[in-house]
Structures are given as C-alpha cells and as structure tokens.
C-alpha cells in the first residue's frame, strides 16, 4: 500500500481521506518535460514532534506571521487519547518561534472542541488562528464519531467552536481543507461528505457563528472536496477542485475530478472534468492558486504518462495545459510523484510544490518547475533520524525566498517506527 493509498484508507477508516501554447504543444509531444538536479541548497530541521505531548503527524502546511513564528496542526499526538491512530491523540494546534522552540497551542479532546485537524490554518491581525478538524464536535453525527468543527485559537490558547457541522442533507461533514478568510472574517471552505447529495459542500460561516451551505456538490460537477482549500477572485467568485466525479472514468466510474468555479450567486461552473489515463492527470488535491491573468494552477496526485500526477494549468475558458507528467516513484529518482499540496507561484511565474515520494530515497520532495516546464529538485528528504519524510502539505515563502513545511513522518523521534514528521526550513 502507498503513502496516498493509505491517506484514503485513513479518511475512509477514520480521519483522513502561464505555459504558452508551445509548451503545451512540448508536453503533448514529450509526454514528460526535462527534469533537472539543483544546485546544493541549506535545509534545516526546525523541529522534530514527539507524538505526546506535542503532537505527530503534521499533514499540513504552515501560516506564517509578521515576525516570522510558524503555526500548523498535527492530525494525532497530543496529550489525549482518541481511539484510533497511533501515536494516541486527537491533534493539536501549535507555534514553532524562530528559534525552532514549539509550543502546544491547543489540544484537541475529541469531544465537543474537535478532532484530528488536517489542512492548516489561517489567522487575522489580532492573532487569532482559524481552522477545521475532520471529527469531533456533534458526536451524533458520523457514528458517533461527529462531523468536524470549525475553531478559533485565541491568543491565550482559549479555543471556540465557531461550527459544528451536522451532516445529513442539511449540512456538510468531516472537513478536511483549509479555510479562506475575507476581509470582512468570513471563512469559506468545503466539506468532504454529506449535504444535500452525500458528495460534499462549499460553506461560509460568518463572525457571528451562522453557517450558509453555498454549494452541494452531485456527481457531475464533482464529489468528496477533500485535501483542499476555496479561492476568491477579486469579483468574489470561488474557486475549488473536487477529487471525485465530473465523469464516468476512474476509480470505477467514480470520476477523475473536477476544477469548478461558483459564482456570487451560488451558480457552479465546472471549468474541467480530469480525463485520467496516461494523456490527463487523476484526482486532484491540494489548494489551487491563480495568476493575474486568472489562470489556475494545481496537482493532481494520479495518472499522468507516468500514473504518478501532474502539474496542470487551466485558464478561464477551460483548456487544461499539462505543465508537467512526474515519473520519480523509485530510489535515485530526480523526480517526483503523488503530489497532493498543490504549488505556489514567485513573481517569475515558476513554480514549487512538494512530492512524498520520489528524490533519492524515494521519501519526497521540494522542487521547482520553472516557465520553460524543467522541474529542479530543490531537496530530496532522507528520514529519520536526520531528515523528515513523506511531506503532504503545502509550501510556505518568505520575501527571502525561503521556503518552509512539513513532513508527515520522519524527523529524531519514533512514532511506531515511522517517526513522528518534522517543520522545516530550506534556504535556497
């Protein structure tokens, strides 16, 4: 079983679940665009979790505030026992100062407060931090297990459930993306389950607490948002993939996925339906970005020439570009495979993004792709004990053009020989 086929064991089982034109024409062609190894880079451990009681298994990226401290969520760990995962725990909120010292901000009970938070958080000026867990909160929803909530942190470490999320066709469940916050403090986000056709939903929760269901997703536009986050435009509409649906291929029939967009007036457009097979990606996760020009930019974490994912690129019109098909499964490879974070973009148009597997231990990856579609390894992990491994979530960039995240596993301490996954800093 792979990392990724374990990731949706898990979700099911308990807690998881600009190219031009002559580019595209290069990558139809090629199948597989040049790939190249970086020049030496500094990468640093930052720190190395624990399981208890300071967490273990931080599947997310990391927000970063003003004065550089870094904030994430580990999905198990903590000082608690959930009755499922290992190392016990039902996850915790933490900092990382910029001396590499961690704190416990939060530690989820299971209970009312939540449960197993997975994709991040976001914050606002005052220092509150926002985000979701997958179970938790109305535990007679989901077997008992309950629907997931969506928290704020204060600063005092005082946590508030702003949502419990009901399921049922009324409402959503078990979120397992990041929130998108507006100006105003609203929060957006999606539901992997339930709603109004058991696929999923988009949300909006306003300050005040009340939930609006903006979206219930049915098949064709897609199904089960998971290991994602919503955009916004500067016109307000919203941006998301979905993993599932859109069409009759993959998975059974399941569908290969969907990038959509859902307009002010709560209209869903589906801008691409994922093809599957060795001409198109499959199943896509992580947080989609968009440029000025509007064109959205993201992964997909299966098939591809390789059927180990895909960069891909869709514009407004809904023509799909292949930026690039990863191959790198096996150790010595200088390329990735399975990505599930998505990328970010510099100013240059290149891009970066993780892989957990590929690189020369076949443990993962940071890499870049840049405008011409050559995909430079910036670091391959190596694991324990010097190194994380299997990094999931998402990078994050300072003005300096450092990067830092996380890795699911790895790093000076084991959790049932895996280790308990590492936050990270790589200079280039």
């Known amino acids: 079983m792979t990392k990724l086929q374990q990731h949706r064991d898990w979700n099911s089982r308990m807690i998881l679940r600009g190219a031009s034109a002559a580019l595209m024409a290069i990558t139809l062609a090629l199948g597989l665009t040049a790939t190249q190894l970086a020049q030496a880079q500094t990468f640093t451990t930052l720190y190395s979790f624990t399981g208890a009681p300071d967490g273990a298994s931080p599947l997310a990226g990391l927000f970063r505030d003003a004065i550089g401290n870094l904030y994430g969520t580990t999905v198990v760990g903590g000082s608690l026992n959930c009755d499922e995962g290992y190392p016990p ?3 915790v909120v933490f900092k990382v100062d910029t001396s590499g010292d961690e704190t416990v901000l939060y530690t989820f009970t299971g209970g009312a407060d939540g449960a197993n938070p997975q994709l991040g958080l976001v914050g606002d000026i005052d220092g509150n931090l926002f985000g979701s867990t997958y179970e938790g909160g109305d535990l007679t929803c989901g077997n008992g297990r309950g629907g997931g909530v969506v928290f704020k942190v204060d600063t005092s470490g005082t946590e508030t459930v702003l949502h419990a999320f009901t399921g049922g066709n009324r409402d959503g469940c078990n979120p397992s993306g990041r929130l998108l916050r507006d100006k105003s403090g609203n929060l957006y986000g999606t539901t992997t389950y339930c709603g109004a056709r058991g696929y999923g939903t988009v949300f909006k929760i306003d300050p005040s607490g009340r939930e609006t269901l903006l979206h219930s997703f049915g098949f064709s536009d897609g199904t089960y948002p998971a290991w994602t986050s919503v955009i916004m435009d500067d016109r307000g509409n919203f941006y998301g993939t979905a993993e599932n649906g859109g069409g009759s291929g993959c998975n059974g029939g399941r569908g290969c996925g969907t990038v959509w967009r859902l307009n002010k007036n709560r209209s869903l457009t589906v801008l691409y339906s994922f093809a599957g097979g060795t001409t198109d990606g499959c199943y896509p996760l992580g947080i989609p970005i968009m440029d000025t020009k509007g064109n959205l930019y993201g992964t997909a974490e299966e098939c591809g020439s390789h059927n180990v994912g895909i960069i891909w690129e869709v514009n407004q019109e809904g023509t799909e570009t292949i930026l690039h098909n990863f191959a790198g499964t096996g150790r010595g490879s200088n390329d990735g495979g399975f990505p599930t974070s998505g990328v970010i973009m510099d100013r240059d148009g290149n891009l970066y993004g993780t892989t957990p597997y590929g690189g020369t231990d076949n443990l993962g990856t940071v890499y870049r792709l840049n405008a011409s579609g050559t995909l430079t390894l910036l670091h391959s992990f190596a ?46």
């Open 89 to 91: 725990g039902c996850g």
């Open 383 to 428: 694991g324990y004990p010097t190194d994380g491994d299997y990094p999931m979530g998402g990078l994050n960039r300072d003005v300096n053009g450092n990067f830092y995240g996380t890795t699911s596993e790895g790093g000076s301490e084991q959790c049932n020989n895996l280790g308990c996954g590492t936050v990270w800093k790589l200079t280039p």
